[in-house]
């Protein structure tokens, strides 16, 4: 039986799972908002496209991750379509 590798280039594991309520966590997501009493904003529509990738495994509990997410929230019931509400 061989000895485990210390370090790991591009690593396939988590250290640890994410956080269950952690809305800056990069994750893959898409919601839809109704709002019935707002002059502005009726239908409102969020989309998150997001991915942790680890880089490399140090020695112990040490990890690099990179942490790529892009973000858009937009009113699908507004004259111009999409409409950036951020």
Known sequence: MSPPKVYLFLPTNQ?????LADPRWPHFYVSF???INDEQ???VASTN????FGI???RGPWKSTMELGFKQEYSPSSSSTPNPLT
Not at 15 to 19: C, G, I, S, T, V
């Open 15 to 19: 250290l640890f799972q994410p956080l």
């Open 56 to 58: 490399y495994r140090f």
């Open 41 to 43: 904003l009726r239908n």
């Open 33 to 35: 908002q109704r709002y």
């Open 49 to 52: 496209f997001g991915e942790s």
